[in-house]
């Protein structure tokens, strides 16, 4: 059974990251549930383990945190809905492919609700949308905008970490960073692609497409 918590106040980095690792080590101690905790953090960029210092372009904009996720740069902030996922894997298979396709499933399946077709990327993180409403790349093929972020962490097969997905923050505070290290494509929210979704309107949605289980 999983424990879900939603924070209704803006949750700050460093509390988060606290929280996670005890609650992981209390997963792995068997003294905690596993939980999913969705949250919303103030405007800031976070550094995964194969970040690269150029792509912070604009160091001063926003307080930057090492992670230590995987993954490269992103930016978490107001408007975006943050999944934490601290489960055990041990429990599930110790499949660690499977579990991160699990989870990319959860947030393609989530999108699905609201009529949007999110999508995998070989070599790309994340999930993305393709912008039939936008001109084509230069050599042709259709522009995709990034809707999703997702950097998972394991640690003795508990999880921490997860994914966000992008409701409707300001999109102009992704520029200060070069998002996952991916150049040519760029961002977008369910809002920005015309659709009147709210936060909670997510979070039902997350819970209804849940493959982890719920209390």
């Known amino acids: 059974m999983v424990d879900w918590t939603v924070s209704d106040i803006r949750v700050p980095y460093p509390d988060a990251l606290a929280h996670m690792e005890a609650r992981a080590a209390a997963i792995r101690a068997g003294t905690a549930s596993e939980q999913i905790w969705l949250l919303e953090h103030p405007p800031l960029y976070t550094a995964g383990t194969s970040a690269n210092p150029a792509d912070l372009t604009d160091p001063d904009r926003f307080p930057v945190y090492d992670a230590g996720r995987g993954g490269q740069y992103t930016y978490h902030g107001p408007g975006q809905r943050v999944a934490y996922v601290m489960l055990d894997i041990s429990a599930r298979g110790r499949d660690v492919r499977a579990f991160v396709a699990e989870v990319e499933d959860w ?12 999508e995998r990327r070989r070599g790309r993180v994340g999930v993305w949308v393709v912008r039939h409403d936008k001109p084509p790349l230069p050599d042709g093929t259709p522009r995709e905008d990034k809707i999703a972020a997702i950097g998972l962490r394991l640690r003795k097969w508990v999880s921490f970490h997860g994914v966000s997905i992008n409701v409707d923050p300001d999109l102009t505070h992704f520029d200060g960073i070069v998002p996952c290290g991916i150049r040519d494509h760029g961002v977008t929210s369910l809002v920005d692609l015309g659709l009147p979704v709210t936060m909670d309107d997510v979070d039902v949605a997350l819970r209804r497409t849940c493959p982890f289980g719920t209390l």
């Open 107 to 118: 947030v393609i399946a989530t999108l699905a609700e609201f009529n949007v077709k999110g």
